[in-house]
């Protein structure tokens, strides 16, 4: 057997592990889940799953880098066909959530830890800084790619902003019991254009004042451990 | 014995009941607290308790009810000493969370279940509707009472605005860790005035095709149940 095919082994345990817990955290919920109970009923010895998961956050975590991951994916032709503002952060978020739905269930099952600052399962938490770099990358890449011009003290700001208002249309489209989730669709339809509105009359002199106290605000209430 | 008196021995026993419970709720936890274990420690019947209180929930409404009569309490001498829209915003959020200190443990540990919109102790269930409207009402005082001019098709949604972002800021508060909450402070006196300021650029007539949208997101996604 080559390093090659040992490593790729590997990969494939700790993907099992992790698709089975998922599926475990879905349908006996987060808390019941064991660690001893996932490594059974992925036919590996406990031992061997701790190797690969210190700890169900930790697989946690895994999950939501694989989520980040489908998102990119789901993401990438929205960025690549069109520079308009509005439709680059609509498509974006619609490609988001349609990645998300093989989740939605574990991933509101989950919430409500998450809705806990404290917890490292919060999407605010220390332990997931990378993930959300990586989420908030996309947003970068939505502002970067477009044609419209904004203020450049805003520029920093901004992928932030919207990786927060991110989170907001994730946490409503959870909640969504409507048809396919179509409130969600139209919320997003509604406050992307509004957003991007929003940014452009920022961009106006007339608005230095008010973009000055909000960019103070945003400095100092960041709520993602940037640096 | 009186009728008078009567109501008033009432009175009494359901304050006993209620004060009983929320100490419960802080020391042991919601979920832990029986209704068995409040009517024991209140010295009353089991049967009585669930006279006054149908439900632990019937509880933490009759909580919310309490903490909403401080603060309007509260909030009165800022109304009546201020025409300001900025000082009158800020001031009612300053009285409110100072209202609101005694229970903040507890309200801290409730937290979890009103995060979580289909639970009755959501702040946007129907059965906090007259709650809710309470609260509302202060936000309704505080623009109507104001000197600033603002547009009139902005008005009736600005008071559910407002107390949505009044919710914000009592989460944060709720997880705020800094000294005497410090944090909360500085946060309410840069919100309250970049909100103002906002409320105000939205009146100009720049600003109408944004406001519609506006306007229509606020209508569509109320989440307050209104008629």
Sequence with gaps: ??????????????????????????KMGYESTTMRAIALASGVALGN???YFQSKEHLVLALYERTLNDQWAACKPVL???RS????LA??????LGALTPYREVLHSLFRF????????????????????????????VVAGSQEKISTDIGDALPYCLWLYHMGIVFFWLHDSSTGQNKTTKLIDLTSDLIVSFILLNSLPLFKPFRRTLLKLIEEFRLDNAA
């Design 85 to 88: 503002m509005k439709k680059r």
């Design 91 to 96: 498509g974006v978020l619609h490609a988001q």
């Design 80 to 82: 690549l066909s069109s």
């Design 114 to 141: 998450g809705a806990d600052p404290t917890s490292p399962l919060s999407p605010f938490a220390p332990e997931s800084a990378a993930i959300r770099e990586g989420a908030k990358g996309l947003f970068q890449n």
């Design 1 to 26: 057997m080559t390093a090659t095919t040992m490593r790729s082994k590997g990969e494939r345990t700790k993907d099992l592990i992790l698709t089975t817990a998922i599926s475990m955290f879905q």
């Design 49 to 51: 799953a701790y190797y």
